[in-house]
């Protein structure tokens, strides 16, 4: 239905009509705000704590990761600069014959991002895991050599 057929032109009934022609899917997402995956990386995120120390030569990233084996942790670099530190910890299957009284040991996806500062070296990262914490080490780029001045001759003319 066009409401400017109507003679109805004023900017509230045009908007209206612009939110009657968009489709469904996307009415939905700005009514209803974040996706379910954004939500779900939001709060791995807020539950995954972290300690960041600079030392002289490197950046250095310690994260709990309980439970997890090295093959369910992921250490990527993104745009040259952020650092994705993930991993996802899965329930236990329930053998026959268990039942649990009280379960609160946390489940789920583990997250964290950090923005890297431009001195950080993205080709000398490393990353251990020893006893359920992981240490990721970013080394430091040298500091660049101060430009020495230039001589130049004056010929005389």
């Known amino acids: 239905m066009d409401l400017r057929m109507m003679g109805l032109d004023a900017p509230l009934f045009s908007t209206l009509q612009h939110m009657m022609d968009i ?3 996307e009415a939905e997402k700005s009514v209803h705000g974040p996706t379910r995956i ?7 995120m807020a539950a995954t704590p972290a300690d ?11 994260i709990d990761m309980p439970g997890l084996k090295s093959g369910d942790i ?6 040259d600069n952020v650092l994705i530190i993930s991993g996802e910890r899965k329930r236990e299957e329930e053998k026959e014959g268990t039942k649990y009284v009280r379960m609160e040991r946390r489940v789920g996806k583990l997250m964290r991002k950090f923005v890297l500062p431009e001195n950080a070296n993205t080709d000398a990262i490393s990353a251990v895991c020893k006893d359920g914490v ?3 080490t ?3 780029l040298p500091p660049p050599e101060p430009k020495k001045p230039k001589s130049i001759e004056v010929k005389i003319a």
């Open 23 to 25: 489709g469904n899917e």
């Open 134 to 136: 992981l240490t990721v």
């Open 38 to 44: 954004y939500m779900r990386d939001a709060k791995a």
């Open 74 to 79: 992921k250490v990527q670099v993104e745009d």
């Open 52 to 62: 960041v120390k600079e030392l002289t030569n490197a950046y250095v990233f310690v």
């Open 138 to 140: 970013v080394e430091k």
